[in-house]
């Protein structure tokens, strides 16, 4: 049975990325901007610009064009970028890892800050720690990420020098965008992880477990922390996807050297494969990623794989 | 009762960190070669390897090397091919790598100096001699000879293949007389062929035979610096040591596209970058009023127009008393001041201020709701006509969107139907030039490095903008080869007195050209002239 679990979910995945991948591919298409255009001066004769899309592909028909995309990603070439002559595979990789390195240390802070506010504001709901939680939460939450990175920036790297405005330079150049980042995306993990430690604090195996002595710290951490931190992890794999987009701002706003900001500025040329690599790996990633969620909530909790089988 | 095993909990917070630090660490540094030359091998995004030159190194140069950012707005839209784009950005840039046959370090077209060129002679109306230099070599060590020149010139100028700059050249032959002796020929007396060798980089001739994706990834000029690592957003250059002239004073200088104005700034402002490029109206003030950073600003050679495409719009085609009213529904000088807020001047002609033989026309075109409205009726369209699009791309002109709706609003108070289409810069592009395209009007500029010919190409029969006047056609061709200045100043005049009658196109403003630098960087060069930017003689001193 696992095994056939497995092979759906690996299906979806399958399918998922085909889908997304022949979303952008449509997209693209379908949006004013011809690249072939782009790469000539205006006003270039029409047979020049067909010269051009001769050369980087684009004047056979959209269903030949899609297949030769869709082959080419099957054998991993992602393509050559049209300006220059890139390759796209080096470039996305080469972005990869910064984007996932501002992502992964988002996620770890934004998951330890919705445990601790989480866990102090459930202790005693509707008290003063509890609301100042909520608050908290709920400014974050209305705050825009743009607005937000702009002003981080013009007050702590312009004004007083701690740390670089822009680019990934070394871990101080990591403050400001992961602090957008956490600002951003904490609220929603802060009041899940608060609900759950509620939900989890009132049920019955908690009293009893208090009501055998144990320690009110142990139980909070031991029980408490385990059953409240299920809900976390579905909704950070499902945040996942939020925060490879939101990155997106930040990228821009940081000129980090991410799949974001790469995308982005793909865009702008109409640099067909860079754009569909460049998404193609965000979701590949998303997936990925979304696959070992689902794994390791199946193993955290003994109910998801019976419910399964 | 054990719901969970509590090692899988504490264990996937402390693996994400781990990844995420070893991420971070493995992540691309911020290192490039300064020994080896640009033919290293290509892992897709840079090239070479060996001793290393931090980049990043903050604006004062933190030690003995001095790194100079310089940030830029405009998109890397072109590859090294040469003469296979008019894009204003590659252009710039080429300007660090190549060397030109003639220089004019004033900006001013009536004082050509040498360059590669030590003398020139006009020896009939048709043909130059140009001495060249015999102490010049291109970056990959060729010297550089008449062959080089030939195959440079016939290149661009489209006599010997396809050429995005035979928009204003004249197709010219090139004799080798000696080594170091060329003479270039051409049909017609052609008037500017000074200030267009001024922007024809001179490349090998060897090179030009090589591989066609050679020649896209590695350019291989003899200017003062050559390009280290090229990714698709960042050029790095480091000063060639074999220049015939002085070498540049500065170790390593940086050209990256940072798309969003504000970040631009913000490193301006942080100390991370030393130069910014076109700085927007509304960040001008916060520049000023910083201590540390300063503003150089020209008044562009830019004309920043609604463009008309011909065959849209018929009543526009056909029509002069429309095309009047159009051009006195709304007044121009509250956009320059509010919108554009000054960083621009009210166009006086379809040639932009600084543009040689320039001459301001009369009457200005102001508003006039009363007289666009009787023009209306003289065009037969009492109701204002048919509805058309005005097309307007965000983020590249400044303040562009409001402009257009600005104008927009003031057209429709005398009945005129627009309606404004925002786009970016490639769908606007695209909308312009394809077949398919919708609108009518389109928020454009076009840059020229001062000659009146570059900047009446864009209305000549050779571009998409030309509404069959023969008239403005055979002005333009005149104007090229018109080799007399004062006959070539009245033919200009001439040229510009009938543009501005016909008004096929509906001109707004010249746009201001403003950098924004770091107060310890010193002597780049900024010119209007194609909006030149050149860091030769640049160094820092802070």
Not at chain 2, 519 to 529: F, H, M, T
Request: with cysteine; proline share 6%.
């Amino acid at each position: 049975m696992r095994g056939k679990y497995l092979l759906i979910r690996l299906t979806q995945m399958v399918l998922v990325v085909l889908a997304v991948m022949t979303i952008v591919f449509v997209v693209l298409r379908v949006a004013t901007g011809d690249p072939a255009r782009l790469a000539n001066p205006p006003g270039t004769p029409e047979d020049i610009i067909a010269q051009t899309r001769e050369r980087i592909g684009t004047d056979v028909s959209l269903g030949m064009q899609y297949v030769n995309y869709v082959w080419d990603a099957v054998r991993g070439n992602l393509g050559t970028s049209f300006r220059g002559s890139q390759s796209v595979s080096s470039a996305v990789f080469s972005a990869l890892p910064n984007t996932l390195s501002l992502a992964g240390i988002t996620i770890v802070i934004s998951a330890t800050i919705a445990v601790v506010f989480g866990a102090l504001a459930a202790r005693r709901p509707g008290r003063l720690l509890d609301r100042a939680v909520l608050v908290y939460a709920a400014i974050a939450q209305a705050t825009p990420a743009f607005w937000l990175a702009v002003v981080l920036v013009l007050v702590f790297s312009v004004r007083l020098r701690w740390f670089p405005a822009i680019d990934m330079t070394g871990w101080r150049s990591f403050v400001l965008p992961v602090t957008t980042l956490v600002l951003s995306l904490s609220p929603i993990l802060v009041r899940t992880s608060r609900q759950s430690f509620i939900e989890t604090l009132s049920e019955d195996y908690i009293k009893a477990a208090r009501s055998r002595g144990l320690p009110s710290w142990r139980v909070f951490a031991v029980h408490g922390v385990k059953a409240a931190s299920l809900p976390l992890i579905t909704i950070i794999g499902l945040q996942l996807g939020y925060l490879l987009a939101g990155a997106v701002v930040v990228e821009a706003i940081f000129n980090w050297p991410g799949i974001g900001k790469l995308i982005l500025d793909s865009l702008a040329s109409r640099d067909f494969p860079m754009i569909q690599g460049g998404v193609l790996v965000a979701a590949v990633v998303f997936v990925v990623i979304n696959f070992f969620v689902d794994m390791l909530y199946a193993v955290l909790d003994p109910r998801v794989r019976v419910a399964r089988a | 009762m054990r719901h969970v095993r509590s090692t899988g909990m504490r264990g996937w917070p402390a693996c994400l960190a781990v990844l995420a630090l070893v991420l971070a660490a493995c992540s691309p540094g911020d290192t490039v070669d300064t020994t080896t030359t640009t033919s290293g091998e290509d892992d897709g995004t840079t090239t070479t390897v060996g001793e290393t030159t931090d980049t990043t190194a903050p604006p004062d140069g933190e030690g003995d090397e001095q790194v100079v950012r310089f940030l830029m707005a405009e998109n890397f839209w072109a590859d090294w091919t040469p003469y296979s784009s008019t894009a204003l950005s590659q252009k710039r840039l080429e300007r660090q790598i190549y060397d030109y046959l003639v220089e004019f370090s004033t900006g001013d077209l009536s004082q050509p100096e040498p360059s590669l060129a030590t003398e020139w002679t006009q020896v009939d109306d048709t043909t130059w001699e140009f001495s060249l230099r015999d102490d010049v070599v291109f970056h990959d060590g060729q010297p550089l000879t008449a062959a080089d020149v030939k195959a440079s010139v016939e290149l661009a100028s489209g006599f010997s293949g396809t050429s995005a700059y035979a928009l204003t050249w004249a197709p010219a032959e090139v004799e080798i007389v000696d080594d170091y002796t060329v003479r270039i020929s051409t049909e017609e007396p052609f008037a500017p062929i000074l200030a267009e060798l001024w922007w024809t980089p001179i490349v090998s001739a060897e090179w030009l035979q090589g591989d066609a994706a050679d020649l896209a990834s590695t350019p291989n000029g003899t200017g003062p610096f050559r390009l280290l690592e090229d990714s698709v957003n960042v050029k790095t250059m480091v000063p060639n040591e074999t220049y015939w002239q002085e070498p540049p004073l500065i170790d390593v200088l940086i050209w990256e596209f940072v798309q969003d104005p504000q970040t631009r700034l913000n490193a301006l402002l942080s100390g991370q970058a030393h130069a910014i490029d076109r700085v927007p109206p509304e960040h001008l003030e916060t520049i000023e009023d910083e201590e540390g950073v300063e503003l150089l600003g020209v008044t562009g050679i830019e004309s920043v127009n609604l463009y008309v495409r011909p065959g849209r719009f018929p009543i526009w085609d056909e029509n002069a008393d429309f095309r009047r009213a159009v051009n006195l529904s709304f007044d121009r000088g509250p956009l320059v001041d509010n919108l554009v807020m000054g960083s621009a001047s009210v166009a006086g002609s379809f040639l932009p201020t600084n543009t040689m033989f320039y001459q301001e026309q009369s009457p200005p075109f102001t508003a006039s709701p009363d007289a666009a409205r009787a023009a209306l009726e003289a065009a037969g369209l009492p109701d204002g006509g048919p509805e058309f699009e005005i097309w307007v791309a965000e983020g590249f002109l400044p303040r562009a969107v409001p402009v257009a709706e600005a104008i927009a609003a003031q057209m429709r108070e005398i009945g005129l139907k627009p309606t404004v289409v925002t786009s970016d810069v490639a769908g606007l592009i695209d909308d312009a030039f394809s077949e398919t395209g919708t609108g009518a009007m389109y928020h454009l500029s076009w840059a020229s490095a001062g000659d009146p010919n570059q900047a009446a190409a864009v209305y000549s029969s050779a571009f998409a903008w030309y509404f069959g006047d023969e008239v403005l056609d055979g002005l333009i061709a005149q104007g090229r080869t018109t080799l007399d200045s004062a006959e070539r100043a009245a033919v200009y005049a001439e040229l510009q007195s009938h543009m501005w009658e016909q008004a096929w196109h509906v001109p707004l403003y010249n746009s201001d050209f403003t950098l924004g630098i770091s107060s310890d960087l010193e002597g780049v060069l900024v010119q209007p002239n194609g909006f030149r930017t050149d860091f030769y003689r640049a160094s820092l001193n802070g």
